[in-house]
């Protein structure tokens, strides 16, 4: 079992940076981690992916050179660093683990989510 809570979510200017935070209870170091996102009346999105051990990650072509997902597992954690942003990045942005890695990209791969955080980008 696995519980994960996100933070770090806010307001921010367009061009601001943020960096948002996964911790989880439970085995973390087990688990491949991915990062999405849901703007209103949309359909849950991936952002970012990373494999236990810490590579390799994959990014969404929207956040490429923008985003840098991590983490580190001795703190049972991971991290959104989200540079850059834009108003359409603004949205609820969750966390989420699997073991099978598979397809880190696809939301119905994984088997644990955070409640979410939002995140809003003025313009």
């Known amino acids: 079992q696995l519980t994960l809570v996100e933070s770090g979510g806010g307001l921010v200017q367009a061009g601001g940076s943020l960096r948002l935070s996964c911790t989880a209870s439970?085995?973390?170091?087990?688990?491949?981690m991915g990062w999405f996102r849901q703007a209103p009346g949309k359909e849950r999105d991936f952002v970012a992916a990373i494999k236990w051990r810490g590579a390799p990650d994959y990014y969404a072509d929207t956040v490429k050179g923008r985003f840098t997902i991590s983490r580190d597992n001795a703190k049972n954690t991971g991290y959104l660093q989200m540079n850059l942003l834009k108003p359409e990045d603004t949205a609820v942005y969750y966390c989420?683990?699997?073991?099978?890695?598979?397809?880190?990209?696809?939301?119905?791969?994984?088997?644990?989510w955070g409640q979410g955080t939002q995140v809003t980008v003025s313009s």
């Open positions: 989420a683990a699997v073991r099978d890695p598979a397809n880190l990209r696809n939301a119905m791969s994984y088997d644990y």
């Open positions: 439970g085995i973390f170091s087990s688990y491949n």
